[in-house]
Nanobody, 130 residues
């Protein structure tokens, strides 16, 4: 069983930056692909970014590409989401998620779709004011 705890959310002005962290406990962190998803009020949860177990493969939603960076430190069992040039439309609850990944990796569809993720954190609120 894997437990995920997000931190780093908060209130920031448009154009500002935040760095989210997600620390895992239980399981073998280095065997999990990790993803960030978000859910804005009144909207469905959507994919933001994902990173392979080794950190060598990343994917981003078009809406955040070039502004957000996902990274991980397997020794610390932590995944990060650096968010720059934040916009009001980035306001949402951000969730960290984990999925087992075979050593040969996963295809893109298996990494960006939330139904493939088994473990979820409780979420952290990010609010961007205009």
């Amino acid at each position: 069983q894997v437990q995920l705890v997000e931190s780093g959310g908060g209130l920031v002005q448009a154009g500002g930056s935040l760095k989210l962290s997600c620390e895992a406990s239980g399981g073998t962190f280095s065997t999990y692909a990790m993803g960030w998803f978000r859910q804005a009020p009144g909207k469905e949860r959507e994919f933001v970014a994902t990173i392979s177990r080794s950190g060598g493969v990343t994917y981003y939603a078009d809406s955040v590409k070039g502004r957000f960076t996902i990274s991980r430190e397997n020794a610390k069992k932590t995944v990060y989401l650096q968010m720059n040039s934040l916009k009001p439309e980035d306001t949402a609850v951000y969730y960290c998620a984990a999925k087992s990944e075979p050593s040969w990796g996963s295809n893109k569809a298996a990494m960006i779709k939330e139904e493939f993720y088994r473990y979820w954190g409780q979420g952290t609120q990010v609010t961007v004011s205009s």
